[in-house]
């Protein structure tokens, strides 16, 4: 997400939850923010500890309940292999997300192709598999490290 600014992401959250007529509350919007704000995606336990800077009145289930939140709305994704959340470079729309996670640098690059959607549908159509979601985790190296690394 860091080519749109924290605040244009956090603007746009705000116009689509209340377009949906749900709150992004002051924790929820706390979420999502240090989410964006970082270089990598994040534990919920590291976001914990993100928001308790200046205060230790926080527990585990508060950091939850705005991740579930917030993944209802569309406006982050959970990467399964890294149990860790990032935020969505797309939230308007519905979508099968692809991610490109950079094993040596932490770096996720989040891609939307049809194309890949479609033939995981289809494959998964033609051997009775119903996906309850679609989320395609590709690790790798990004294209910053492997440079460095020639």
Known sequence: MASISN???????????????????????RVLAILCASPRPLG?????DAMREGTRTLAPPTVYRALDFLLEQGLVHKLESLHAFVGCNHPEHPHSSQFLICKSCGAVAEIED?????????????????????????????????????
């Open 7 to 29: 605040k244009a992401v956090l603007d746009r959250a705000d116009v689509l939850c209340r377009a949906r007529g749900v709150r992004l509350t002051a924790q929820r919007r």
């Open 44 to 48: 919920a336990y590291e976001i914990l």
């Open 114 to 150: 049809e194309a890949i959607a479609r033939s995981l549908g289809s494959a998964a159509s033609m051997s009775g598999f119903q996906p309850q979601r679609r989320v395609v985790e590709v690790i790798g190296t990004c294209a910053g490290c492997a440079q460095k690394a020639r």
